[in-house]
């Protein structure tokens, strides 16, 4: 039954506006001659009748108003009623006055049919929708004791938004209680029925007074201090509350009530989000191949997403991580018909390898992602570290630089080459310093990107606390002076793009990581946000710094100097050459002991190739004396 009424549905419609239009026009005479309608004007209305409403089934038709679905209507729908009612009232009272004017056509005719036919038409879609959304049958005395009650801070736009999705979807069984904004002028109003209470300072008395179970933040424009000052004026509560994303996350700016979730870190941090020269990306990524190491982590995986929107004609993935690997062909695959994707299992430290994937796909654009990160780890596998992150750059690096179609390579860094004092921070330093050494007149330009933390990677801080903290605690903080820059993986990835396309060669682009965060307030929030008092439910114990880690990180060397790029966000820093004139021969000694030597000798020839390098002070004063 309902399939056949599918079918035939635009056939019913059109039946069912003639017969409101005719209701209507009948009714415009009934009201003009207070519903006792002389002979003489009943026989204009059956004379005018069939041109009135065929007129209007016409021009109906030709604005598109037997497609929509009216479970679904809006604004925009009665706007178009009202412009079709009003053609056609204009069409009906031309009409009139030109043909019917001797028989006495009223004028005021049209212009009451027009006003009937927008309130039956739009009225009868917009009462389907009431219907549809339970509103019909909805009043404010009517009890609705097991619903969720929700108080919505931000009177907004957003938050109009979000009242209505709420109200659209009576399953979700929740009940808006009434808003808070701080705009004196928005007090006492109502939005879709429901009143502006107060302010947010007033938020917990108002809460207890309407008894609340629920917070929604409607606040999507607020800055990471904002939204620092907004949960502090809330956590006395102890209600959950839910945000909508930033406005940069959402799509056109719209608001639906699936994109509700809880606070997260990221959304306290206050980072601005990203502005991107993308025609200038677009230049050395659209329509070209781009190979990506360590395609499987998470800024490898990020970049692959980044790269995917600026259509290369193919995307190559590396990495060693075969599930890895099966998981990025599952995500991306279908996402741009028009660059092919290729996945491919290998290590970076395989020269055989790598030279075939290379010469296999003959890439134009490289970014070198695969790399050790793990400090305390590290430190206790000097060989691997030594291995992944200076032998595989310089396994790449050197194939790219034989090849002659890799116009640009790209390695990605970490602010924990600065003045390191951890062997993973010490590869890497290595690895930059290698990647400045390449001749600058062979075509491919070769550059580094260095940045820190980005939030939610895998075995990054937040995660681990937040597991931590979901088991009850305690929550481990290494020590509570200890800090760190952090910036959210999407920015770091889009801001690798950028610098791709600025550098000329030879670059180390440092990117904005703002201010350093202490881990312990990071720690701290999360318990919070977690709807859980620190050091009461949730105790947090300090570890000491472990093997390699510093209290600060830096992100440029002292004998670097920064200049400033086309884009506010990513850096410049030419740097000294600090390194000995044997460095590639060291490099290649320090590769060929890797699995022979013993720690404290490769620690050694590490400290030779890195003066700067902290990991062991009496190992590079006897490094530099010994020349060894």
């Known amino acids: 039954m309902k399939n056949q009424i599918l079918k035939h549905r635009r056939i019913i419609i059109i039946i069912y506006h003639s017969l409101i239009f005719i209701a209507a026009y009948w009714l415009a005479y009934a009201l003009r001659f207070d519903f006792d309608i002389p002979v003489r004007h009943w026989n204009v209305f059956l004379m005018t009748l069939p041109i009135a409403a065929g007129a209007q089934i016409f021009i109906f038709d030709r604005f598109d108003l037997y497609q929509g679905w009216w479970r679904y209507v809006g604004l925009r729908d009665l706007t178009t009623i009202i412009k079709a009612s009003l053609v056609s009232a204009l069409l009906v009272m031309a009409i009139g006055y030109l043909f019917f004017r001797q028989s006495g056509f009223p004028r005021s005719i049209p212009i009451l049919d027009f006003g009937l036919v927008v309130g039956m038409v739009g009225g009868s879609r917009f009462g389907i929708r009431a219907f549809r959304e339970g509103q019909l049958f909805s009043f404010p005395w009517r009890s609705q004791e097991d619903a969720l009650r929700v108080m919505i801070v931000g009177a907004g736009d957003a938050g109009e938004a979000l009242g209505r999705e709420v109200h659209k979807h009576p399953d979700l069984h929740c009940k808006i209680v009434g808003y808070l904004d701080d705009s004196p002028y928005k007090q006492n109003m109502r939005i879709h029925g429901c009143k502006v209470l107060g302010r947010v300072d007033q938020a917990k008395e108002i809460c207890v007074k309407y008894e609340v179970d629920e917070i929604f933040l409607a606040i999507p424009s607020a800055t990471g201090k904002q939204m620092k000052q907004l949960l502090g004026s809330l956590e006395e509560i102890g209600l959950p509350i839910k945000t909508v994303p930033g406005i940069d996350q959402t799509i056109d700016g719209r608001v639906t009530i699936n994109q509700l979730r809880e606070v997260q870190i990221e959304d306290l941090l206050g980072r601005e989000p990203v502005e991107l020269n993308k025609q200038a990306i677009a230049h050395y990524l659209k329509d070209k191949k781009v190979l990506i190491t360590g395609a499987a982590g998470s800024i490898g995986a990020e970049i692959c997403r980044q790269v995917l929107a600026f259509d290369p004609s193919e995307l190559i993935l590396v990495d060693h991580y075969e599930n890895g690997i099966f998981e990025m062909e599952r995500e991306l695959s279908g996402l741009n018909p028009r660059a092919r994707l290729l996945f491919f299992v290998g290590d970076v430290t395989d020269p055989q390898r790598m030279g075939s994937i290379l010469r296999q796909t003959r890439p134009e654009v490289v970014f070198h992602a695969a790399a050790y990160k793990h400090v305390p780890v590290m430190e206790s596998n000097l060989g691997e570290a030594i291995k992944n992150n200076i032998s595989g750059t310089k396994t790449l690096a050197d194939l790219c630089l034989a090849l002659d179609y890799v116009d640009r390579f790209v390695m990605i860094s970490t602010d924990k080459a600065v003045n390191p004092s951890s062997i993973m921070g010490a590869t890497k330093r290595i690895a930059e310093r290698y990647i400045q050494h390449l001749p600058s007149t062979n075509k491919t330009k070769f550059l580094t990107v260095r940045f820190g933390n980005v939030l939610g ?64 307030d990071l720690a701290t929030t999360l318990i919070k946000l977690s709807g859980l008092k620190p050091g009461e439910d949730i105790k947090i114990e300090f570890s000491g710094i472990r093997p390699g880690e510093k209290l600060y990180e830096e992100l440029n060397l002292d004998s670097e100097r920064v200049s400033r790029t086309g884009h506010a966000k990513v850096f410049i820093f030419n740097c000294s050459d600090l390194s000995p004139e044997d460095f590639p021969a060291q490099i ?3 590769i060929a002991q890797a699995d022979s030597a013993s720690a404290s000798d490769l620690k050694k020839l590490i400290a030779y190739l890195v003066p700067e390098y902290q990991g062991s002070e009496h190992l590079v004063s006897t490094a530099m004396k010994t020349g060894t």
């Open 457 to 520: 990677s895998a075995g990054s801080v937040i995660p681990i606390f937040k597991e931590q903290i979901q088991k009850g605690g305690p929550v481990t903080v290494t020590h509570p002076e200890m800090t760190r820059y952090f910036m959210t993986i999407p920015e770091a990835t889009q801001l690798v793009l950028q610098a791709g396309a600025m550098g000329q060669g030879r670059e180390i682009f440092v990117l904005d990581m703002g201010e350093p965060v202490k881990i312990v």
């Open 588 to 590: 290649q000694e320090l």
